[in-house]
């Protein structure tokens, strides 16, 4: 359904909930990140700051790993910024965001002047595109969303795609479902489509500001256009490239199926607790419903361990909360919590 906006804090995120001392299960990073083959190659790119950056080479490795041509990738710092350049360059008439989801893409939209309606979808978050108004000509849905952890089918993302329409996909989780079986990433076919990326969950890199949009040729370089010169750094350059090589999907698709495990273990032992936690996650999280949610949310913080609030996103409220899937150990620490709380 079409559903009002009432007043939350689209600005509100995970980082928010993180301070010195406290387990993080708040944000949605991987832990232990960047690995040291990354971190040695991003060191070594400082010897090259004196000159200006050069984003061919992380372009072509880009389109090279998505199986685009060039002129279809923009590098970007981190998926925000792809989100505020779309938002300051199209001219929607009707700007539907599909909730819950990533509050930024929303917060550029009207920061940039646009209204915007909100299709939000009631638990367990199943996408049916005939909730989305047909006149819609720009259309924002994340996929795995954050913070459900919902995967929706690649048919049923590509049956809102239509000529007039921009469809844009935030795929900044993507790479934690081994195989990206339902990415639209290579989908240049299909009219309007846009796939926004982020190194920054699975290579540990949100303060470095790196990621990119695939798109038609043309609406990148509208969005180029509207780019600051010179946006992504010449170390966030080389993390693309080095993050884009077979080598590098290798080792993410390893530690999606790692993830997967964990997720699966840790989502029966919430559920055991009698934690509502969202079927069919395939993200890096759990989102949970639990009365007291927010007592829940301080009385862990109490004991050392941070959450997600879960009523700063449109279509939740104050009975959810978002954990990150960690380690083993770490998830278990959490467990044995909880059992203690509740």
Same mark, same amino acid.
């Given at each position: 359904m079409?559903?009002?906006?009432?007043d939350?804090?689209l600005?509100?995120h995970?980082?928010t909930e993180?301070?010195p001392?406290l387990?993080?299960?708040a944000?949605?990073v991987?832990?232990?990140?960047p690995?040291?083959?990354?971190?040695?190659?991003?060191?070594?790119?400082?010897?090259?700051?004196?000159?200006y950056p050069?984003?061919g080479?992380?372009r072509?490795a880009?389109a090279a790993?998505?199986?685009?041509?060039?002129?279809?990738?923009?590098?970007?710092?981190?998926?925000a910024?792809?989100?505020?350049l779309?938002a300051r360059?199209?001219?929607p008439r009707?700007a539907?965001?599909v909730?819950?989801?990533?509050?930024e893409?929303?917060?550029?939209?009207r920061?940039a002047?646009h209204p915007?309606?909100r299709?939000?979808?009631?638990p367990?978050f199943v996408?049916?595109?005939?909730a989305?108004?047909?006149d819609?000509?720009l259309v924002?849905?994340?996929?795995?969303?954050?913070?459900? @952890?919902? !995967?929706?089918?690649?048919? +049923?993302?590509? $049956?809102? %795609?239509?000529?007039?329409?921009v469809? =844009?996909?935030?795929e900044?989780?993507a790479?934690?479902v081994?195989?990206?079986p339902e990415?639209?990433?290579?989908?240049a076919?299909?009219?309007g489509?846009?796939v926004?990326?982020s190194?920054?969950?699975?290579?540990g890199?949100a303060?470095?500001?790196a990621?990119?949009?695939l798109a038609?040729?043309?609406?990148?370089r509208a969005?180029?256009?509207?780019?600051p010169?010179?946006?992504?750094?010449?170390?966030?350059l080389v993390?693309?490239?080095?993050?884009?090589?077979?080598?590098?999907?290798?080792?993410?698709?390893?530690?999606a199926?790692?993830l997967?495990?964990e997720r699966?273990a840790?989502a029966?032992?919430? @559920?055991? !607790?009698g934690l509502?936690? +969202?079927?069919? $996650?395939? %993200?890096?999280?759990?989102?949970?419903? =639990?009365?007291?949610a927010?007592?829940?949310?301080?009385e862990?913080?109490?004991?050392g361990?941070?959450?997600?609030r879960g009523?700063t996103f449109?279509?939740l409220?104050?009975?959810?909360?978002?954990?990150?899937?960690?380690?083993?150990?770490t998830?278990s620490?959490?467990?044995?919590?909880l059992?203690e709380?509740?």
């Amino acid at each position: 359904m079409v559903a009002p906006e009432p007043d939350i804090d689209l600005r509100h995120h995970g980082d928010t909930e993180v301070a010195p001392g406290l387990v993080d299960f708040a944000v949605n990073v991987r832990a232990g990140t960047p690995p040291r083959w990354l971190a040695e190659r991003i060191a070594a790119a400082l010897g090259d700051l004196a000159a200006y950056p050069d984003p061919g080479p992380a372009r072509a490795a880009v389109a090279a790993r998505h199986r685009r041509d060039p002129d279809q990738v923009l590098l970007t710092a981190g998926a925000a910024e792809a989100f505020v350049l779309l938002a300051r360059v199209l001219r929607p008439r009707r700007a539907v965001v599909v909730h819950p989801q990533f509050t930024e893409p929303e917060a550029a939209l009207r920061a940039a002047g646009h209204p915007v309606e909100r299709v939000v979808l009631p638990p367990d978050f199943v996408l049916d595109p005939a909730a989305v108004p047909a006149d819609a000509d720009l259309v924002m849905v994340g996929n795995p969303t954050n913070p459900t @952890s919902v !995967l929706h089918p690649a048919a +049923t993302l590509a $049956a809102l %795609a239509r000529p007039g329409r921009v469809l =844009v996909v935030d795929e900044a989780f993507a790479d934690c479902v081994p195989g990206e079986p339902e990415s639209l990433s290579s989908r240049a076919d299909l009219p309007g489509l846009v796939v926004v990326r982020s190194l920054t969950k699975t290579w540990g890199l949100a303060g470095l500001r790196a990621g990119y949009l695939l798109a038609a040729p043309g609406l990148v370089r509208a969005l180029a256009d509207a780019q600051p010169l010179w946006s992504v750094s010449t170390p966030a350059l080389v993390a693309t490239r080095e993050c884009s090589t077979p080598r590098a999907v290798a080792e993410a698709d390893a530690w999606a199926r790692g993830l997967s495990r964990e997720r699966a273990a840790f989502a029966a032992a919430l @559920s055991g !607790l009698g934690l509502r936690v +969202t079927p069919n $996650a395939a %993200a890096s999280f759990l989102l949970v419903r =639990v009365p007291g949610a927010q007592r829940l949310r301080t009385e862990l913080r109490a004991r050392g361990i941070a959450v997600r609030r879960g009523d700063t996103f449109p279509g939740l409220g104050a009975d959810w909360l978002r954990t990150a899937v960690r380690d083993f150990e770490t998830n278990s620490q959490m467990t044995r919590t909880l059992a203690e709380l509740l």
